[in-house]
């Protein structure tokens, strides 16, 4: 029997020791996601889309409060955003049948483009007699939160371009911000309501569209 | 009187015949027949009107006769067509005959004739109006006829339907006046023609039989005459709504169509296009609606639509409605909302609610996103609870009342721009009422029942009043002296007070038994002064008794009392044979050792006391010795406890050993006596002062003490560990109280005059008793002995606290005061 003791000791010690082991690679497979993991690819990604879609939500959120939509908006004549001249699906079906690169290299185009107007529109805010103080503070808030969305949609690229999730070949993208830069100037002149306008319909399009993203890369995570 | 009534009668007769005969009322007036009237030819009725009735009641009776008789008749019927006619009904209605009609009034004086009336009943016909009256347009070769219908008036039943009517029409513009009346014939139509376009025309019909009478004029029907020129009315868009996110339709409704046939076309024009689209189906949505599907539908655009209605006399186009698709989108209600209660053991059920997004609305694909939205309320409630859930497609809900009965609703939203669905159907859950309404009701009673109670004990309590308070906080006791005038006392009558007391004459007697004495503790001046003199003695016995009870409590306690009484049971036993070092060693902790030896100090009076009353009335002493055999007792103890003779103990000791001579005291106390007198001669170390006390004890057996003043002494009761107090009151003040120092002073209070409040002892002085210094000084002596003796722990005497041993003897508990009888001498 006291032969017996040690045996019995080392047993549990040993499977001890084997679950510590098996405990250990298990959080290290889920900290470092190994590349054959794909599982553990999607959900960081997954995470990394949940966060910029709440973040623009947060944007859409922010303009309804404080820019609320008018109601004669939708009926005012000659209304022209700097971005509709970009060729954006407008429907469920063609934004998803559109390729998984284009579509977002389309949403960093619209928040590329929306860089330099929203910039503009709060460094000249004396300009700005539509608008009361306190929306132009906002304003310059829903600024900031457009470069943190741009930021944010930027990092998920580069997560999906690592993970071959999408091509690297997010060709144009220069000579889109170029564009970019020339429609902007077009944009500097439009008037409040109309720049609010153009910018609530882009933030929603941005949403809609890394919904789509977001859900036809991942289609089984709360799609 | 009679004669009288008599003769006056036929004046008032004459009086009032000449009154009638002057107005001329005697007879009725003529009634005259107002008319005969036939609704359809086969009846008829006949009114008349009543003329004056001359004061009297008048009969009226129709009489006809018919031309071809000679026969006169009266009304058949003079109650169907109401008062003041008759009604002929078929088989007294003959056509194409003429009926000869008078009404006769008829009184008491005589009657009066209406003029006859002939009548024809063809030609008295007066049917109602004819019915169902409607206009009809018809429109041919550009030129509008307007169709009039309508339907014979209702004939009672049972007549036959072989009449023809004559109708006539009439018509006019509303706004004006002056009505067309056209003949029509015995047609129940009729077509109007060249009516003016564009004006609204109101119409209406009458009929007639043969010779009667028009009826009257049917209820107005109106029509209006559509202008037939101008194009159709503006249509309004009514609203955009897309269901999915995907598709939307837009309705509109129609304005007039200006009588023509009317097309409707929907037109559109998309944000940043020129060109101009028409519908493309007007069909999926139903009639004034247009459906864009998918290929149609863009979205972040902004769709112009107009409306445009077209017959042959023009087109209007409505106004323009703007749509971005983005904000239209309201989905259809949640479907397959489902309610579960969920019971887990040990904890509250819960409602767990499920629902899922309606089927039109593609959510997995991302495009739309649904928000929740659920309400709830009680069944019987008015307000809705609304809770936002969300995009969760569950709910569980913690907080519901148990025992209702909840509708629950639930509607979806897109999750930024759009408008909340419809609401789903309702549905009910019936929440099982737990334990807690029994719980309510063990609570509601409980609550019931205390307060209750509160209320009794407050009632009690105000009804008992003093005695409840009493009772729960007793009072401290006053001195107080049982059944004394206080009024005497005031006065200061002593002896009144004493005979009222009953205890007059010297020397007082048993009888005086009703006086009772359950408690004496006695101190005297001298003993502040001894206390004063050995304040560290005495603070040390007082750390030396552990019995934290107090002396009168414990002595009084009849718990306590058997205890002692063991416990003086065995000690004896002990004693003799035990060393006395040990036994004072072994009753040195003992709790009750002190109980009636409060006043360490007060040697003298007590031993006065004692030897009075054991020497005086040796016959009355035998409680009296009782107490001494407890403070015998106790005192061996303080006594051993000190290293130095317990000369109060021995000298008591030796007392009691004289006065159980005369007792008749249990055994159990003269073993207590034995035993202290085993002590006593243990003890080696007598003192000298013993056997002088004892000597001048055995002296003052025969002498009395005669008290020079009455004064009133109040032993007040003290606690054990103590001093006793023995309050002079004196008469001069009643109200003050002294120490009484009782070897001090002259005065002796050497009589019981009463015990107040079974522990308040009056003493009263002796007046006969004499009261010579010899008494005092030895008194003094010892106690000076006791003092030099360091007796101070000594608890000299136990006087009045009743002893176990009086208990035991079963003997009365009243003292005899004159045990108390100090004699010096």
């Known amino acids: ?223 | 009187m009679t004669q009288k009534f008599i003769s006056s009668v036929p004046i008032i007769l004459l009086l009032s015949l000449t009154t009638v005969c002057l107005f001329g009322q005697q007879f009725p007036g003529k009634p005259k027949i107002t008319r005969c009237r036939s609704l359809e030819k086969d009846t008829f009725s006949c009114w008349w009107k009543p003329g004056p009735d001359g004061g009297l009641p008048t009969n009226y009776t129709l009489f006809y006769s018919k031309d071809s008789e000679e026969t006169v008749y009266e009304c058949p019927d003079y109650r169907t067509s109401g008062p003041n006619s008759c009604y002929f009904d078929k088989t007294y209605t003959n056509h194409r005959t003429t009926y000869n009609i008078t009404v006769m009034a008829t009184n008491e004086f005589g009657s009066n004739s209406s003029d006859p009336q002939y009548v024809d009943v063809t030609c008295i016909v007066q049917p109602d109006s004819p019915v169902d009256l409607s206009l009809e347009m018809t429109t041919s070769a550009g030129v509008t006829d307007l169709w009039a219908k309508w339907s014979p008036p209702p004939l009672a039943e049972n007549s036959s339907n072989w009449h023809v009517y004559h109708y006539e029409l009439r018509f006019k513009p509303e706004e004006e006046e002056k009505w067309e009346t056209v003949s029509v014939g015995v047609q129940t139509q009729y077509k109007v023609m060249n009516l003016n376009a564009g004006l609204k025309y109101g119409v209406q019909v009458r009929c007639m039989l043969d010779c009667g009478e028009w009826s009257g004029w049917s209820p107005e029907r109106q029509i209006q005459i559509p202008s037939g020129q101008s194009p159709p009315e503006k249509p309004t868009i009514i609203k955009c709504r897309s269901p999915e996110k995907e598709t939307f339709t837009c309705w509109w409704k129609p304005g007039s169509d200006g009588g023509h046939p009317t097309n409707y076309t929907l037109l559109y024009s998309k944000e940043g296009e020129e060109q101009i689209y028409e519908c493309p189906d007007y069909r999926t949505a139903g009639p004034n609606s247009c459906y864009f599907d998918k290929k149609h539908t863009s979205f972040w655009t902004i769709y112009n639509i107009t409306v445009k209605a077209t017959n042959k006399m023009g087109s209007n186009t409505s106004d323009p409605h703007y749509v971005d698709v983005t904000y239209i989108v309201q989905p259809d209600a949640p479907v397959n909302v489902t309610l579960e209660l969920k019971k887990p053991i040990n904890r509250k059920p819960y409602l767990v609610l499920t629902w899922f997004p309606p089927p039109l609305a593609d959510v997995r694909s991302g495009w739309l996103t649904l928000e929740y939205e659920l309400r709830l309320k009680p069944e019987e409630g008015e307000e809705w609870e609304t809770i936002f859930v969300g995009q969760q497609t569950q709910y569980k809900m913690f907080s519901l009342n148990p025992g209702k009965k909840y509708i629950v609703q639930i509607h979806c939203k897109p999750d930024h721009h759009g408008s909340w669905s419809e609401w789903s159907s309702e549905k009910y859950i019936q929440i099982p009422s737990d334990y807690r309404v029994k719980d309510m009701i063990v609570w509601i009673i409980v609550g019931v029942l205390s307060s209750l109670i509160c209320l009794i004990m407050s009632w009690t309590m105000v009804l008992k009043g003093y005695r409840m308070i009493a009772f729960i906080l007793p009072p401290v006791p006053g001195p107080k002296i049982k059944g004394i005038d206080t009024h005497l006392l005031e006065t200061g009558k002593s002896e009144e007070l004493l005979s009222a007391l009953g205890c007059h004459g010297f020397p007082p007697t048993s009888d005086c038994e009703e006086l009772l004495i359950e408690y004496l503790e006695v101190e005297d001046s001298e003993d502040q002064q001894l206390q004063q003199s050995h304040p560290s003695k005495n603070t040390r016995l007082a750390s030396k008794e552990t019995d934290s009870d107090s002396g009168r409590g414990s002595c009084d306690s009849p718990s306590l009392l058997p205890e002692k009484g063991r416990e003086s049971r065995t000690l004896p036993s002990k004693l003799p044979s035990q060393d006395v070092r040990e036994v004072h060693e072994n009753n040195a902790g003992s709790g009750w050792e002190t109980q009636c030896v409060a006043s360490s100090e007060d040697r003298a009076l007590p031993f006065n006391i004692a030897g009075t009353k054991s020497s005086t009335w040796p016959a009355a002493n035998i409680h009296p010795s009782t107490f001494a055999y407890h403070s015998t007792v106790d005192a061996p103890k303080i006594t051993l406890s000190t290293t130095n003779v317990n000369v109060a103990a021995v000298l008591v000791g030796n007392e009691e050993k004289h006065q159980s001579q005369y007792s008749t005291s249990e055994t159990l106390c003269e073993e207590n006596l034995e035993k202290q007198r085993a002590v006593e001669k243990m003890h080696s170390k007598n003192d000298q002062s013993t056997i002088q006390v004892n000597q001048n004890r055995l002296s003052e057996k025969s002498s009395f003490l005669n008290a020079k003043l009455m004064d009133y002494v109040e032993v007040h009761k003290i606690r054990q560990d103590e001093d006793a107090a023995v309050l002079l009151k004196h008469k001069e003040n009643s109200g003050k109280i002294e120490k009484y120092t009782i070897p001090g002073t002259s005065k002796e209070y050497t009589k019981v005059s009463t015990v107040v409040d079974h522990n308040i002892l009056v003493l009263m002085p002796d007046s006969r008793g004499q009261h010579t210094p010899v008494s005092q000084e030895p008194a003094k002596e010892m106690s000076q002995n006791l003092q030099q003796g360091q007796v101070e722990k000594n608890l000299s005497y136990c006087l009045p606290a009743p002893s176990e041993c009086q208990r035991e003897a079963g003997g009365s508990e009243y003292m005899d005061p004159s045990s108390f009888m100090p004699s010096f001498k």
């Open chain 1, 1 to 223: 029997r006291a032969r017996g003791r040690p045996q019995e000791r080392g047993s549990p010690a040993g499977a001890a020791a084997l679950w510590l082991l098996w405990l250990v690679s298990r959080a290290a497979a889920r900290a470092a996601c190994p590349p054959g993991d794909t599982g553990c690819r999607l959900l960081s990604v997954s995470d990394l889309f949940d966060r910029v879609i709440r973040h623009s939500g947060r944007i859409h959120a922010e303009l309804e409060k404080h820019f609320p939509p008018r109601g004669n908006e939708l009926g005012r004549p000659a209304r022209k955003c700097h971005t509709s001249r970009m060729a954006t699906p407008k429907g469920k079906e063609l934004a998803q049948n559109l390729p998984r690169e284009e579509l977002t290299h389309l949403i960093l185009k619209l928040l590329q483009a929306w860089k330099e107007p929203l910039s503009h529109f709060n460094q000249h805010i004396e300009h700005h007699q539509e608008l009361s103080d306190d929306s132009l503070s906002k304003a310059k808030q829903i600024s900031n939160m457009v470069h943190e969305l741009k930021t944010g949609v930027e990092k998920v690229t580069e997560k999906m371009q690592s993970m071959g999730i999408i091509s690297n070949s997010l060709n144009g993208m220069a000579s889109s911000e170029a564009a970019g830069l020339s429609i902007s100037n077009e944009a500097n002149l439009m008037s409040d309501s109309d720049f609010i306008h153009c910018f609530r319909r882009d933030s929603n399009k941005v949403q809609s569209y890394l919904k789509i993203l977001k859900c036809r890369i991942m289609p089984e995570n709360s799609c």
